[in-house]
């Protein structure tokens, strides 16, 4: 009789500590992963577009090893999907984006559960609309990474384009 409280114990713990923005992790790698952004943005870091015009811009992210975010489209409500916005006031504007189609993956500890997630490298293509002139252009990527063990809490990080619009 003892087990199933202190799993369920266990269980809540967990969840409480998932639902402050805490991750559990298993070992001194896994740590190190959370000190440091799971995403990079590639590039580009300059596009040319014409004024007023909806241009097409591709941008190229990679994750992590040993980690995946979940898709655009994440099977389940809970799950953070990825997202890229352009703040308003910034002289472009997304007009729309396109996301990869994410890939099938399940964790070893619940097999049942389908994810859609992204690993490796993965391309979002934009369609922006810039007003004329120079501008340093501070998109954002909204994620949330994980291992096969546990999810670090959600994360914003910069996407810094030049956009020159004649």
Same mark, same amino acid.
Do not use: W
């Given at each position: 009789?003892?087990?199933?409280?202190?799993?369920?114990?266990?269980?809540?713990?967990?969840?409480?500590?998932?639902?402050?923005?805490?991750?559990?992790?298993?070992?001194?790698?896994?740590?190190? *992963? /959370?000190? +440091?952004?799971?995403?990079?943005?590639?590039?580009?870091?300059?596009?040319?577009? &014409? $004024?007023?015009? !909806?241009?097409?811009?591709?941008?190229?992210?990679?994750?992590?090893?040993?980690?995946?975010?979940?898709?655009?489209?994440?099977?389940?409500?809970? *799950? /953070?999907? +990825?997202?890229?916005?352009?703040?308003?006031?910034?002289?472009?504007?997304?007009? &729309? $984006?396109?996301? !990869?189609?994410?890939?099938?993956?399940?964790?070893?500890?619940?097999?049942?559960?389908?994810?859609?997630?992204?690993?490796?490298?993965?391309?979002?293509?934009?369609?922006?609309?810039?007003?004329?002139?120079?501008?340093?252009?501070?998109?954002?990527?909204?994620?949330?990474?994980?291992?096969?063990?546990?999810?670090?809490?959600?994360?914003?990080?910069?996407?810094?384009?030049?956009?020159?619009?004649?």
């Amino acid at each position: 009789m003892k087990k199933p409280i202190f799993a369920a114990g266990m269980v809540l713990a967990f969840g409480t500590l998932a639902a402050q923005g805490q991750v559990v992790t298993s070992s001194a790698q896994n740590r190190s *992963l /959370i000190k +440091t952004d799971a995403v990079t943005y590639l590039f580009p870091a300059q596009v040319s577009v &014409a $004024a007023g015009m !909806p241009s097409p811009v591709a941008l190229h992210f990679s994750i992590k090893q040993g980690l995946h975010i979940n898709s655009h489209t994440p099977p389940l409500e809970e *799950l /953070i999907p +990825t997202a890229f916005s352009i703040p308003d006031g910034m002289g472009v504007r997304l007009n &729309a $984006a396109t996301y !990869p189609p994410g890939v099938a993956f399940t964790l070893p500890a619940d097999p049942k559960t389908k994810l859609s997630v992204y690993t490796g490298e993965f391309v979002i293509q934009a369609r922006i609309t810039a007003q004329a002139g120079n501008r340093m252009v501070q998109a954002k990527l909204r994620y949330q990474a994980c291992d096969n063990n546990a999810c670090m809490p959600p994360r914003t990080i910069d996407v810094p384009v030049n956009v020159i619009a004649k």
